[in-house]
């Protein structure tokens, strides 16, 4: 089973950056696409970012493009989202998740089949 480790979080002043990572295990890394999400309070999940199987396309929701990267690392079997010009807003629980292969939307949470535990972001302006 697969089974999906988040860190990286912490808390940081507007502006500055953060580089989460999401490690993986119990199956072929390389087989999935990966997606992050986030939750702020009160709120619902939201599509962050997803990149394909072999890292070769990367999606990005309006908010966050020009500032968050995702990339991947097939080797150590972990998933990247590096976060800069962090704003108050960008202040969530951050989850990575596993993209479903019958799936073709990365805005929505069921296209994900297994989600980390996720991980506390927090911008103070």
């Known amino acids: 089973q697969v089974q999906l480790v988040e860190s990286g979080g912490g808390l940081v002043q507007a502006g500055g950056s953060l580089r989460l990572s999401c490690a993986t295990s119990g199956r072929s890394f390389g087989s999935s696409a990966m997606g992050w999400f986030r939750q702020a309070p009160g709120q619902e999940r939201e599509f962050v970012a997803g990149?394909?199987?072999?890292?070769?396309?990367?999606y990005y929701t309006d908010s966050v493009k020009g500032r968050f990267t995702i990339s991947r690392d097939n080797a150590k079997n972990t998933v990247y989202l590096q976060m800069n010009s962090l704003k108050p807003e960008d202040t969530a629980v951050y989850y990575c998740?596993?993209?479903?292969?019958?799936?073709?939307?990365?805005?929505?949470?069921?296209?994900?089949?297994?989600w980390g535990q996720g991980t506390q972001v927090t911008v103070s302006s």
């Open positions: 998740a596993t993209k479903l292969i019958s799936s073709s939307s990365w805005y929505r949470t069921d296209s994900y089949g297994t």
């Open positions: 990149i394909t199987r072999i890292g070769g396309s990367s």
